[in-house]
């Protein structure tokens, strides 16, 4: 029923001046999702309105259910994946936390549930601008975790997180994170494709043996104690580092299938060919760190991009052959990790941990900018990149972290 109706709408290829969260609503339908639940908090929750608006408008038929809590929402959509349905959900910030019982349940579960974060600042004190902490804090669980740049990349993100999460050798959790205001809320134009390029990319979901159902007793979530807990743990592990060649075939795929993508499902290069210091950052950050690179290149400054999609699993591979061919790596962190080694943030952590064992690694400095959704500026971007020539001129780094754009 649902893909007739979606077809209706979207029965060849169609451009639509839409967000980033319309974009994955649209997903949604066009992966005929069976259960979805919501429960508003800012900016995540422009996604269930138009999830609601289509549903409305008979576009959309699937259990569309409005919990009392963040909480109740993923304990919904947990049992519903248990039980064979194609789920979606989402949050932001505080409410993101207090689902965490229910979110951390779901990856030990080993139930592919899909989620948007609309990624903005942690309360108290309160903003509604974007912060990665929120989305962050699931790194270690076993969700997958990726972040989009654009509302195109939204959509496709979700269309390949069905693909990635359901497939029977993955089963995990996938974390769509969206830039709060900065992608969930402003329009571009989307590329939006057929019901039936969808159909032929993205198969029905199923659990085989693995499914809740009178027919099938098995046992979902026992108390296994020191019993069988580390192999379980172990297992999650193995799905996981399954999940990176899932990835690399259904993002080959999906070129095959919709004509577009970069050439790696985990970062996107730009300008990095020659590149004596590269930038290295998430999600909406690429906007104003491509202008001021443009800029740079033409005054003859040796400045390129990396900009890292899937954080879980981490690109390891991929960022050890671009970094290692650069001077240095400035790395912009959208979060905070206070107490950390040289105060760093999260992401400055993992990449500086990826490059430890490489033998000609590049020096690498921290900045934290554009906490709570402060814009992060071309003379924000230029300002870093002097002080990483700087350390380059001298061999010496002064200030492993630095924070940029903070009044005094």
């Not at 580092?241 to 919709?258: C, H, L, M, N, P």
């Not at 991009?305 to 240095?328: G, Y």
């Not at 490489?358 to 554009?370: D, H, Q, S, T, Y």
Request: hydrophobic share 45%; charged share 25%.
């Amino acid at each position: 029923m649902t893909t007739t109706q979606i077809a209706d709408l979207y029965p060849v290829e169609k451009e639509e001046l839409i967000s980033g969260s319309e974009a994955i609503a649209i997903a949604c339908a066009l992966a005929d999702v069976d259960v979805i639940t919501a429960y508003p908090i800012r900016p995540y929750d422009t996604v269930m309105q138009y999830v609601s608006k289509l549903k409305a408008d008979g576009a959309f038929d699937c259990d569309f259910i409005i919990a009392e809590s963040e909480h109740s929402q993923f304990e919904i959509v947990k049992h519903a994946s248990a039980v064979g349905a194609r789920t979606f959900s989402g949050s932001s910030g505080v409410g993101w936390f207090y689902a965490f019982e229910a979110i951390t349940v779901t990856a030990g579960l080993r139930m592919p549930v899909v989620a948007m974060v609309g990624n903005r600042a942690l309360d108290d004190p309160g903003a509604f601008g974007v912060e990665h902490n929120d989305a962050l804090a699931v790194r270690d669980l076993g969700w997958m975790l990726y972040w989009v740049a654009t509302a195109q990349e939204a959509l496709d993100t979700a269309l390949l997180a069905w693909r990635v999460a359901e497939d029977p050798s993955v089963l995990l959790p996938f974390a769509i994170s969206c830039d709060g205001s900065f992608l969930t809320h402003s329009q571009a134009i989307v590329n939006v494709p057929t019901n039936e390029q969808v159909r032929g990319y993205l198969p029905p979901y199923s659990r085989g043996t693995l499914q809740l159902h009178p027919d099938n007793p098995i046992t979902i979530a026992p108390q296994v104690n020191e019993d069988w807990l580390m192999e379980l743990r172990r297992q999650s592990d193995a799905a996981m580092q399954r999940s990176v060649g899932v990835i690399r075939e259904a993002y080959d795929d999906f070129k095959r299938t919709f004509k577009r993508g970069d050439p790696s499902a985990f970062i996107e290069e730009y300008m990095t060919e020659d590149a004596e210091i590269i930038i290295v950052g998430m999600g909406t950050l690429a906007l104003p760190v491509k202008v001021a690179i443009r800029r740079m290149r033409e005054a003859g400054r040796k400045v390129g991009f990396v900009r890292i999609k899937f954080f879980r699993p981490f690109p390891t591979e991929e960022v050890r052959q671009v970094l290692s061919n650069c001077k240095a790596v400035c790395v912009v962190d959208r979060d905070y990790s206070f107490g950390s080694p040289s105060f760093g943030g999260v992401l400055f952590h993992e990449l500086r941990s990826a490059m430890y064992p490489v033998e000609k690694r590049p020096l690498m400095l921290n900045f934290i900018a554009g906490l709570g959704g402060r814009e992060v500026h071309v003379t924000n971007v230029n300002e870093m990149v002097d002080i990483v020539q700087k350390a380059i001129d001298t061999g010496k780094i002064e200030q492993e972290c630095t924070w940029i754009g903070v009044r005094d």
